[in-house]
């Protein structure tokens, strides 16, 4: 049923990767992967010895969408847990969440930010709290039903059999797609993911998905503080990183529904910054080149 296609020269034991070696397996995951697969041994380098999840949701005005997301989410699996990063969102959100998190202190958390400061630093900001909280993986996620909260647990399994490093829900595998799209933001996504594919070299078909679990030793491995990506690039340049470091990445196809109420973020300054973005990490191995100043965020104790 899982169909795997390797693009890797093999060395040594699969185990014993060093993060800086260039022997990243790109696993692309053609046909659904079943709610539940048999998981591997824990990997000698991974700190945690539980399956807890953390699923990340920034959120700037989602009170239509908020309660009813987490409710999803934590519905998957009992080892479930869901941080929601809000940026002082002027309907409330932040509210909403901080009623959530009284509710069910054990599995909601609720971080607040001072303004509208991305999605990109509000997932290293996310990072870093799971990660001094020792959680055995980390998820980025839409908090407006654009994801699937059952797909959770396909993504999961995709890491925990220990055939990868990295997850990545995406819309260009065959039984993945889209819904409620219009041609021109079709042609954006898949023609920005062909273009930062053929620039970057990164064999992984979907690089703008922002639907993604992480193993907690690709976080630890990677400078998420030297991250320079703010908007739609945050995703590229996530997935240059772990291209780079020689950790495996499996694409596990899912259907990226629009939202279903609320207003999309999207804008052509996005398009534009990812396309910098793009050129700024190519000239980077080029010629050494230096990119621009790290995304802004504050330090998580």
Known sequence: MLALAIRTRQRGVKDEREPGANRSRILNYTKAVPAIVPQAPAAATETSSSGRSLVILPTYNERENLERIVAAILTQADDFEVLVVDDNSPDGSGAIADRLGAQQPERVHVMHRASKLGLGTAYIEGFLWGLARQYAYIFEMDADFSHEPADLVRLRAAVASGRADVAVGSRWVAQGGTRNWSFLRTFISRGGSIYARLILGIPVNDLTSGFKCFSRR????????????????????????CFKAGFRTAEVPIVFVDRRVGKSKMGGHIVLEAMLVVLGLRAQDLFGAQSPAPARYSKIP
């Open 218 to 241: 690709v976080l630890e491995t990677l400078d998420l503080q030297s991250v320079r990506s703010n908007g739609y690039a945050f995703q590229v340049e996530m997935n240059y990183r």
